[in-house]
């Protein structure tokens, strides 16, 4: 329960400061193909270390935290690399697609994942 308010004023404070990010010359941030592909991305690295935390820990909180986490320290560590390049930048507004990508994926997972007892080996 502290997890999900945590999470939800996180969120809140997040899109409140980041409001002005989702919309650039009148268009929506996903509608950059550059922006989907970091999207994409995020749900994918959100996906496995869903999986991976879960079946580890065996706590859907812990799973979710560390997905989310996850999911953001690859977009920011995509856009560190690309800083490193002369001509590329330090985008903000990629690591915000790749974030909205892992929140997607891991809400869903979290509130609709069914408990499931570990079977012990015999």
Known sequence: ????IIC???GVMSSL???GQF???DQFILQEKDKQLHFAAGVVVSFISYEW???TWE?????????IGMGILAGVAKETIDHQSPPNRFDDR???ATTMGSVSISIPLFVFRK???RRKPK
């Open 53 to 55: 935390a879960l079946k």
């Open 59 to 67: 706590d859907k909180n812990k799973a979710v935290a560390f997905s």
């Open 8 to 10: 939800l004023i996180v």
């Open 1 to 4: 329960m502290k997890l999900s």
């Open 115 to 117: 408990k499931h007892k």
């Open 17 to 19: 400061s980041m409001s």
């Open 94 to 96: 990629d690591v915000l």
């Open 23 to 25: 919309y650039q010359n």
